[in-house]
């Protein structure tokens, strides 16, 4: 009965590893896209001001 038990903890503790790492990645993947995005978005507003004043 405990060897069971024990081997169903460590199932779910696989899964539950496997889901967390998930969802934590999918987050990560939308934090890096908005910080590459707003980075982007610096570097064309500066790059835009540095050619209108050029202009």
């Known amino acids: 009965?405990?060897?069971?038990?024990r081997?169903?903890?460590v199932l779910g503790g696989i899964i539950f590893?496997?889901?967390m790492g998930?969802?934590?990645?999918?987050?990560?993947?939308?934090?890096?896209y908005l910080a590459v995005a707003h980075i982007v978005k610096l570097i064309w507003y500066r790059s835009s001001c540095e050619m209108s004043q050029t202009n």
């Open 22 to 32: 998930l969802i934590y990645g999918s987050l990560g993947l939308m934090v890096g």
């Open 7 to 9: 081997r169903i903890s």
């Open 1 to 5: 009965m405990k060897a069971t038990f």
């Open 17 to 19: 590893a496997i889901l």
